[in-house]
């Protein structure tokens, strides 16, 4: 059953509010003061060509002063990090507690599904939902009573977050997602935990103070999964201990035990910017085993003879404990199965299926106003003077092309077509749409792969290796039309 924190009467809370003003004063003021640095920053590289470069420069920043080639040598999946910047505003227009105010008011934030209210008292962890849209006049008297506020998913609703973590997935080749934690001082909002993500906690308004933990065993380890809670007499002694204030930032790998508190002073809001989840070289031996072992049945007999007639009889946990040379015998020919099963792995068409399963998880691009003035985004067509006008554009051979970004679609086979997914059409919100792909026609697949890898040049469409005009032009428009492709130029429209 659910509970609901021990709160004060919301209508005597509404007219004894002086306390409850300071502390939405003090929130406000840490969230007002503009993000010139961010802004700035994203500004520049919007001028950058290659996405790849983008996500590079964009990761460099939020790591400063460590060099990411350094961090994923010495630092990545292997022990915590602490960056302590000494610069409040390092992080300033990422997030704020205005713009969680202005969410909660001018979005359709649901409980349980966009935020969480939670407590942690006493070893006890709870949560705190009720049913329904979280407004303000609530979620801020639970922040009141001493409730811990996360939002689970920022970039459905920050455009800033949203461009953020779009760059940032090109960077980990996996998807980048978020939560936003604001938490009233004196309290702790979460037991210890470890969760199944590489975790960067950007520190953002206030302070908090957290403790970082080794993992128990070798077998929590860059964990499957996230932990239970855990109770503070399981966890031994922090290996790091550390209060993080607005611009600093604390990393740590997945497996790593945490909690944090805040102190008497001050509230603490931070971004937990996470990647890797489910994308280790076990997730896509998952795909690869199967694929293998179906393969080897239909091309080699040794799969597909049949097993020793009395094998029940001294095989299974009942008789592992026998002396038997039939054991040992089993067991080779197991093991040399084994070995022939490597030679049949489809490796390219797992790491497909691995693709495709990203392409679905991704965030949307959000498009820079070059690539929006240059792509489907940007056309002119529209409605005026009681008729639709400026309508279809015309791609010729000696148009210039390119796709909009690096790793906005990719290339599989399913054995009889070719398909192209693609995540132009992802929703903000994780897996709202199903996964988006077009067939590609048998005599366009070498064009389209030609594109791929001309990225970021831009190339004409006539020079697309493709059988004839028609098929590169058709091609382009296909691109064009679905947000994959811009232009080197704005197109001219139909008519002109």
Not at 326 to 351: C, H, N, W, Y
Not at 363 to 372: G, N, V
Not at 411 to 428: K, P, Q
Request: aromatic share 10%.
């Amino acid at each position: 059953p659910i509970k609901k924190a021990k709160m004060k009467p919301m209508v005597k809370q509404v007219i004894k509010s002086s306390p409850r003003e300071e502390r939405l004063e003090r929130l406000e003021e840490c969230g007002e003061k503009s993000g010139q640095a961010l802004e700035a920053l994203l500004s520049d590289l919007a001028e950058v060509s290659n996405s790849r470069e983008r996500a590079s420069k964009l990761f460099q920043w939020l790591i400063q002063p460590i060099p990411s080639k350094s961090f994923f040598r010495d630092t990545w999946e292997k022990k915590p990090v602490l960056i302590k910047r000494q610069n409040p505003d390092y992080y300033k227009g990422l997030f704020s507690t205005t713009e969680f105010d202005r969410i909660l008011r001018q979005d359709d934030v649901q409980y349980g599904v966009n935020l969480d209210v939670t407590s942690y008292t006493n070893d006890k962890r709870e949560t705190h939902n009720p049913p329904g849209r979280a407004l303000p006049f609530t979620v801020w008297e639970f922040y009141e009573s001493g409730c811990s506020l996360r939002m689970l998913n920022p970039q459905a609703f920050s455009s800033t977050v949203w461009s953020v973590l779009s760059i940032l997935q090109e960077q980990f080749g996996s998807m980048a997602g978020a939560n936003v934690y604001l938490t009233p001082p004196g309290t702790q909002g979460f037991a210890p935990h470890y969760d199944d993500i590489e975790a960067f906690v950007v520190q953002l308004e206030g302070k908090k103070h957290w403790r970082v933990y080794n993992p128990r065993s070798e077998d929590e380890v860059l964990p499957v999964v996230s932990s239970l809670n855990f109770s503070q007499s399981e966890i031994g002694k922090p290996i790091l201990e550390v209060v993080l204030e607005a611009g600093d930032l604390l990393y740590f790998p997945r497996g790593f035990i945490h909690q944090g508190n805040c102190l008497p002073d001050a509230h603490s809001l931070h971004i937990t910017v996470s990647s890797y989840q489910r994308n280790s070289w076990g997730n896509l031996l998952a795909k690869v085993v199967p694929a293998a072992l179906e393969m080897a049945m239909e091309e080699d007999v040794d799969f597909r003879r049949g097993l020793p007639v009395d094998y029940l009889t001294y095989m299974g946990v009942q008789n592992s404990d026998k002396e038997d040379p039939r054991r040992a015998q089993f067991l080779s020919r197991i093991e040399g199965l084994m070995k022939k099963l490597s030679t049949f792995a489809p490796v390219d068409a797992a790491v497909d299926q691995k693709a495709r399963d990203y392409l679905h998880d991704c965030l949307p691009p959000m498009l820079t106003a070059e690539e929006r003035a240059s792509s489907v985004q940007g056309a002119p067509s529209r409605w005026e003077d009681g008729e639709a006008v400026d309508v279809g554009v015309t791609i010729r051979g000696q148009t210039r092309v390119r796709l909009i970004r690096s790793g906005i679609a990719r290339l599989c086979s399913d054995g009889e077509a070719v398909w192209l997914y693609y995540t132009a059409d992802n929703s903000r919100v994780y897996h709202k749409e199903e996964p988006k792909s077009v067939e590609i026609k048998a005599e366009q697949t070498d064009g389209m792969e030609f594109l791929i890898h001309a990225y970021p040049k831009f190339v004409t469409v006539g020079s697309l290796p493709c059988e004839s005009a028609e098929d590169k032009v058709s091609l382009a428009e296909l691109l064009f039309e679905k947000g994959l492709i811009h232009t080197a130029e704005p197109l001219q429209t139909a008519v002109e």
